[in-house]
């Protein structure tokens, strides 16, 4: 049905002990949307894509794409996906174009135009052995195999490292036109302005669990802002420590920088009173974000953080 | 280095040592019983070895006092070496010259500030102390079997022996690793060093056959070796030769040393400069990679054919020598028992070439399963599987497509070896039927199933033990097979062989409880497999 969702999962984990794994993801992507997921190495985000693929198990839950369950239906799925591992396996002596023959004549139908067409636009040499390739044209390659048959589904496990800037542009051009033909598209990374570049919605897992999912303009909601002020004269730290939403505090003479989640009214009646010469204050980037998702152990507290302030 | 070094070669040593000290030991402890115990049974028997070792120069050297238990082990143990130095050290050194290039080890230790010099140089130290442990280990495990026998074995000949095979080890180890300078590959770089030594030991085979003396049999530094035989009675360890030996090691390892320096990792000394031509964007039209079964076979082509032409030969050569073998055992008194259990004494050439001729191709169609077992667990633990199944190829059709081309594989393989065994058993006063052929090679198709499809089921579970396991379980088979009549075995030991259950189909017709048992443990098997295969995890 039309109707279904690309992707879909239900409580669905993976557990390896030791609490590695996959917890309790539950996911939906809507068609022809391009899904960004976010996490950093160990994250659970290739563990993710190996179940969807059904190359492993569930320990419980279940994931469908297109309607289909993924472990009972995986061949009818991978129809109709396109998949491209984080690291291509070696080929040895087999050439680039004898690579693409033979995977192309497991799955059948994979028009010879169309690879010729991404072969050029990616500037692979497909006459080249495969351990010729350097590790940019591995990636190039595994692309390739991605794309070769039009899939309606990509998903794609860190799809642009070690592509240079010129083909990482043409990649994400290349997506633009799969979406554009009324593809969807998973794509798991760790570069945040990759996927700022090309995805609707952004997943962010930690750990094994899926901690956020987002639209994009969404995700710069849960943004602090960064805030540096300079004093003319002490400033008024033990004020400032009451402010709700201020973390990270640190003092430098008479200036102080600060993180400040929420509105800005408690600050200014903190500044009440105080004379200030200097005052910035800018959104962090996607990037800072992130590692603000990620920064271990409990957030600061503004209390804790001014009694940390140096003298 | 020297710990690093040790770590990439002690599965080798391990693997040789074992090998040394249980063929030492046992050839020792049989030549009572093969050679008699009385003076008359051992003279019959020494003139017996004698013609034939003249048969097989090109293997073993031309004994000396074959009727004593020293000129035997001289010939059957010490004599055999050289081949196993021939193999170890095409493996260790590829391996070492290209193989951890490849893995992306060698750049990582360039990179953390070990001079390259010092990076080969412990790599031959360690095949050399490696080499000269096991020709000891291997002398004492003999020297054991020896005194077991009351015929002691001279220590300072073993010793001698020892430094003399440390030196060809030495020697051969340099020439496999200049030729990994070379070439930019550990494939191309075994080949062209194992054929290259190959070469060179068959140079000087074919010089103890016609008993050539002149200056290319110098080429060869296996006739270095032959020139001790410190073991064997009133023989001695040819210094001059083995220094000679040692001098040549240390220039080629200079040479090699001196090609690494100069050319980039990764590149082979040797490249010729890349031919101009445009880019290619189109896939391969080849069409052996468009279909099932077909695909499998083309990627492993090379190796097929390899195999192919190596047990033709085989087979070649053991026919060729099946009347002179037959002889020596109908002649030899000890020999009568084993004789009796591997197919009677009526028509010997012919119980010869069924039994010893087709055991051997059994032996080494496992030994081939297993390499092919070996491939589809590389596939595994090297994410190619992954990338088959993520197209839409249902997991069951992997194991069908493996094991039709192993099917193939074997079945090419019987037809080459029964072929050539065909073309040259009238030369031995044998003529064999197509009815011949089919009863004796028939049933091996059903062993290299059983190894492969078992094997696919193990390396499921235990992919770094599998291929060990069953190459050792092979090994062990053929000893009990070939050893436990000549030693008086108890039958329940001789029945764990697997070559039991194929009997000499070609002299007695097809063992057909042995044949149907094969078959179901091979059906079990590739159930097992196709069971697994949906139910395993792949690239987790």
């Known amino acids: 049905m039309a109707t279904e969702p690309a992707l879909e999962t239900q409580v669905l984990s993976k557990d390896y002990g030791s609490?590695?794994?996959?917890?309790?993801?539950?996911?939906?992507?809507?068609?022809?949307?391009?899904?960004?997921?976010?996490?950093?190495?160990?994250?659970?985000?290739?563990?993710t894509i190996k179940l969807l693929m059904a190359m492993i198990r569930p320990t419980r839950g279940t994931a469908r794409i297109f309607g289909l369950d993924c472990q009972k239906d995986a061949v009818a799925i991978k129809r109709r996906v396109g998949y491209l591992p984080a690291d291509l396996p070696q080929f040895g002596g087999l050439r680039g174009s004898q690579v693409v023959a033979y995977l192309a004549g497991l799955r059948g139908g994979v028009d010879k135009l169309r690879v010729k067409?991404?072969?050029?636009?990616?500037?692979?040499?497909?006459?080249?052995?495969?351990?010729?390739?350097s590790s940019g044209n591995k990636k190039k390659l595994g692309i390739l195999l991605a794309f070769m048959h039009a899939p309606e589904l990509l998903i794609l496990d860190e799809p642009t490292g070690g592509l240079d800037p010129l083909i990482q542009q043409e990649f994400y051009r290349l997506l633009g036109e799969s979406r554009a033909n009324g593809a969807t598209v998973f794509l798991s990374s760790h570069i945040l302005s990759e996927v700022e570049h090309v995805c609707d919605r952004v997943g962010i897992l930690r750990q094994g669990r899926l901690i956020r999912v987002a639209e994009l303009e969404e995700l710069h909601d849960i943004h602090f802002h960064k805030i540096e002020i300079l004093f003319d004269g002490m400033p008024p730290l033990e004020k400032l420590g009451k402010v709700h939403g201020l973390e990270l505090l640190v003092r430098q003479g008479s200036h102080v920088s600060f993180t400040l989640h929420g509105d800005f009214e408690g600050l200014f009646k903190a500044l009440t009173g105080s004379k200030v010469i200097n005052f910035s204050s800018h959104e962090p980037s996607l990037e800072e974000v992130f590692l603000a998702y990620y920064r271990e152990g409990a957030p600061a507290t503004a209390e804790t953080a001014a009694a940390a302030v140096p003298d | 280095m020297f710990r690093v070094a040790l770590r990439q070669s002690w599965i080798g040593i391990v693997a040789v040592s074992t090998v040394g000290i249980v063929a030492g030991s046992v050839q020792a402890t049989a030549f009572e019983s093969v050679a008699g115990t009385t003076a008359a049974a051992r003279a019959a028997f020494g003139v017996q070895t004698m013609a034939l070792a003249r048969q097989i120069a090109y293997l073993l050297p031309i004994p000396v006092h074959p009727e004593t238990l020293a000129g035997y082990v001289q010939w059957r143990v010490f004599g055999g070496f050289p081949l196993y130095i021939l193999i170890w050290a095409t493996l260790s050194a590829s391996g070492a010259g290209r193989g951890d290039e490849e893995g992306g080890l060698v750049g990582a230790w360039l990179a953390a500030g070990v001079p390259r010099p010092r990076l080969l140089l412990w790599r031959v130290a360690v095949f050399v102390l490696g080499s000269l442990l096991f020709a000891l280990l291997a002398g004492l495990a003999t020297e054991a079997g020896a005194m077991a026998a009351g015929s002691p074995l001279s220590i300072s000949g073993i010793l001698?022996?020892?430094?003399?095979?440390?030196?060809?080890?030495?020697?051969?180890?340099?020439?496999?690793?200049?030729?990994?300078?070379?070439?930019?590959?550990?494939r191309v770089a075994g080949g062209v060093g194992g054929a290259l030594l190959a070469a060179l030991f068959f140079l000087n085979g074919i010089a103890r056959t016609v008993d050539y003396q002149g200056p290319a049999v110098w080429l060869s530094p296996f006739h270095y070796f032959d020139r001790s035989d410190a073991v064997a009675p009133g023989g001695s360890v040819d210094w001059p030769a083995t220094a000679a030996l040692i001098v040549i090691a240390a220039a080629l390892v200079g040479l090699a040393v001196l090609l690494f320096l100069r050319r980039d990792v990764g590149a082979a000394a040797l490249r010729p400069p890349a031919a101009s031509r445009p880019p290619r964007y189109t896939p391969s039209i080849n069409p052996m990679l468009r279909m099932p079964v077909l695909a499998d076979l083309y990627a492993q082509r090379v190796g097929l054919v390899a195999w192919i032409a190596g047990l033709v030969l085989f087979a070649v050569f053991m026919t060729s020598i099946a009347g002179q073998v037959g002889e020596f055992m109908a002649k030899t008194p000890g020999m009568a028992g084993y004789l009796?259990?591997?197919?009677?004494?009526?028509?010997?050439t012919r119980t010869v070439i069924g039994s010893i001729d087709y055991t051997i191709t059994l032996a080494l169609l496992a030994i081939y399963a297993l390499t092919v077992v070996a491939r589809w667990a590389a596939d595994d633990q090297e994410g190619r599987l992954e990338l088959v199944l993520s197209q839409p190829v249902p997991r069951w059709r992997v194991v069908m497509e493996r094991v039709a081309a192993l099917a193939i594989?074997?079945?090419?393989?019987?037809?080459a070896v029964s072929l050539a065994i065909a073309v040259v058993a009238p030369s031995q006063g044998v003529t064999l039927s197509t009815g011949d052929l089919v009863r004796a090679g028939g049933p091996l198709l059903a062993f290299g199933l059983l190894f492969g499809t078992v094997g696919a089921t193990?390396?499921?579970?235990?992919?770094?033990?599998?291929?060990?396991?069953?190459?050792?379980?092979?090994?062990?088979?053929?000893?009990?097979?070939?050893?436990?009549?000549?030693?008086?075995?108890?039958?329940?030991a001789l029945d764990l062989s697997v070559f039991k259950l194929y009997g000499n189909p070609l002299v007695s017709g097809i063992e057909w409880t042995g044949l149907l048992a094969v078959t179901a443990i091979a059906v079990a098997g590739f159930g097992a497999a196709l069971l697994l295969i949906q139910r395993r995890e792949v690239g987790s």
């Open chain 1, 19 to 47: 609490g590695r794994g996959l917890f309790d993801l539950d996911l939906t992507i809507s068609r022809e949307s391009v899904f960004g997921y976010l996490g950093p190495n160990g994250a659970g985000k290739t563990t």
């Open chain 1, 117 to 133: 067409g991404l072969a050029e636009r990616l500037d692979l040499d497909l006459g080249r052995r495969f351990r010729e390739y």
């Open chain 2, 160 to 186: 001698g022996e020892t430094i003399a095979l440390g030196a060809l080890a030495a020697c051969c180890y340099a020439i496999v690793l200049v030729v990994a300078q070379l070439v930019d590959t550990r």
């Open chain 2, 340 to 348: 009796a259990a591997i197919g009677g004494t009526t028509g010997v």
């Open chain 2, 409 to 415: 594989g074997c079945l090419l393989i019987i037809l």
């Open chain 2, 458 to 492: 193990l390396a499921a579970r235990f992919p770094r033990l599998a291929v060990g396991v069953l190459g050792a379980y092979v090994g062990a088979s053929y000893l009990l097979f070939q050893l436990g009549p000549l030693l008086r075995w108890p039958a329940w």
